[in-house]
């Protein structure tokens, strides 16, 4: 429990400081963010937790294909942002991504790798 406990303290800790440093700087603060700092834990997490290396490399070369498909989300929400206000354009940002994710794993089905079950 004690080690659920300390995963838990770390990665709110990493959330926390990047939220924090976003509201200083914008660029700073996105680039923090864009960093796959959630991933890098995860992995360091299976890895301490002596899960096999195929779990490890497969996550990583999921979250790679998964990352794709939520990109043109944050070229729009700018734009929405002004059109819409936040919790509108967060939500249309997330339907669009939705459907990013589903027409790219139709896409990337075409050579092989499987997204969907």
């Known amino acids: 429990m004690g080690w659920l406990i300390t995963k838990y303290l770390v990665t709110a800790a990493i959330?926390?400081?990047?939220?924090?440093?976003?509201?200083?700087?914008?660029?700073l603060g996105?680039?923090?963010v864009?960093?796959?700092l959630v991933s890098i834990l995860a992995m360091v997490w299976l890895y301490v937790e002596q899960q096999p290396t195929e779990k490890i490399a497969n996550h990583a070369w999921?979250?790679?294909w998964y990352v794709v498909p939520t990109l043109p989300m944050f070229l729009l929400l700018p734009w929405l942002f002004?059109?819409?206000g936040f919790w509108p354009a967060l939500a249309v940002g997330a339907c669009i991504t939705v459907i990013c994710f589903w027409l790219f794993?139709?896409?990337v089905k075409m050579f092989g790798i499987?997204?969907?079950s």
Do not use: G
Not at 15 to 27: Q, T, W
């Open 15 to 27: 959330v926390v400081a990047a939220s924090e440093l976003a509201k200083r700087s914008d660029k």
């Open 30 to 32: 996105a680039l923090i």
């Open 34 to 36: 864009a960093l796959p």
């Open 62 to 64: 999921y979250t790679f």
């Open 82 to 84: 002004h059109r819409l």
């Open 105 to 107: 794993a139709m896409l």
């Open 114 to 116: 499987e997204l969907i």
